[in-house]
């Protein structure tokens, strides 16, 4: 038996990653001070757990959630990851086509394609999302995927662009959906929950593993109106959020998370103060984007046999550029050294 027509020709995402001992993984935009400590104090405690079905609404960490945003439990929806919310906001609301930027996270694109719908992409001069480019593409009942900060480019888009945004989502019945699966890592970001409350066209994604570096734990959690969420919860499998992923949820939304995150973002600073300057680059997140002038297959493969790994961007749609998390200064440096001898 054949698969649905336009199921034959998807394939997985690539991603990064390196699992080879002894590499510098910079392929990766994990936090490099994590897991803290309390991760592993919380998977302990709830280990005893594991012999009990999951709570299926995550009642406990939905309850911390909507104590932090100050909003409803009605309008959170916990699920496992960002890419798990993706695939439910494609089957849920996609109907005949998404709008996403040139260069972006690819679970945007596969997600569409697997519901059976177009996707129009925008171009980004400069590498940068530039909401008047989405507007003059934008149709009643489209979906836009917008990462925030950008994967992989690194751009944060401020309060001002996100309120345009929105607006002319509202104005034209499409939906914004805002990944900010990074924005832990942005300094000065702004509240953009705070939106939610007045408008039913905004839908925000929130990840867990990468400002924590629990990738294993696979845990994120989406705002938005109580329509949008309670449309995402009936499509949403049973019991996608295991008891022990609930427990780090609760763990690292308290205020020794809140603290954790405070000191990785002043790290992370210090770090982004050497490695900005020294190639001349800049990046509102923890990764940065490179163009090497050559093929980022050949730059990759280089810098593996030197031990270290990056991102190859071609995927992106940017064949010349790599992409790189900021580690620990002392790896750092080695990879600053390498990329002034191989480009």
């Known amino acids: 038996m054949n698969p649905r027509q336009h199921v034959q020709n998807i394939e997985h995402c690539v991603h990064g990653g390196c699992s ?3 590499i510098k993984d ?3 935009n994990l936090n490099p001070y994590g897991p803290p400590d309390f991760v592993f104090d919380a998977l302990k405690a709830g280990i005893e757990e594991i012999r009990h079905y999951p709570d299926v609404e995550c009642t406990a960490l939905k309850t911390r959630i909507a104590r932090k945003f100050g909003c409803s439990q009605s309008e959170i929806l916990v699920a496992a990851g960002v890419t798990e919310l993706i695939q439910l906001i494609a089957i ?8 996403i930027p040139a260069h972006t996270y690819g679970e945007y694109e596969r997600a569409v394609r697997i519901a059976g719908a177009a996707v129009k992409k925008v171009e980004m001069p400069c590498l940068r999302i530039v909401p008047e480019l989405i507007f003059e593409e934008m149709q009643p009942g489209d979906v836009i995927f917008l990462c925030n900060p950008n994967n992989p480019t690194g751009f944060y888009m401020g309060e001002r662009e996100i309120a345009a945004l929105v607006e002319e989502a509202e104005r034209r019945d499409a939906l914004l959906v805002l990944d900010e699966a990074y924005v832990d890592f942005v300094n000065d970001s702004f509240a953009s929950h705070s939106y939610i409350r007045s408008t039913a066209n905004l839908l925000i994604l929130r990840s867990l593993t990468k400002s924590f570096a629990v990738p294993g734990v696979r845990i994120g959690y989406a ?12 499509l949403k499998a049973p019991w996608s959020v295991s ?5 780090v949820g609760m763990a690292v939304l308290s205020a020794a998370g ?3 995150l405070r000191e990785t973002r002043a790290k992370i600073l210090r770090s982004k103060r050497r490695i900005e300057p020294a190639l001349g680059i800049h990046s509102d997140a923890n990764f940065y984007i490179l163009d090497t002038g050559r093929p980022s297959t050949d730059v990759r493969a280089e810098l593996l046999r030197n031990g270290i790994a990056v991102r190859d961007c071609t995927s992106f749609g940017l064949p010349s550029h790599i992409r790189f998390s900021v580690q620990r200064d002392e790896d750092n440096e080695l990879l600053i050294q390498k990329l ?4």
């Not at 849920?92 to 709008?99: C, H, M, N, Q, S």
């Not at 705002?223 to 009936?234: D, F, Q, T």
């Not at 008891?243 to 427990?247: D, K, W």
């Open 243 to 247: 008891v022990l992923a609930e427990r």
């Open 20 to 22: 080879i001992r002894g």
């Open 92 to 99: 849920g609301f996609v109907k005949t086509r998404a709008i």
């Open 223 to 234: 705002l938005g109106s109580e329509h949008i969420i309670r449309v995402l919860h009936s």
């Open 26 to 28: 910079f392929s990766v």
């Open 340 to 343: 002034r001898e191989f480009i």
């Open 258 to 260: 809140d603290e954790f």
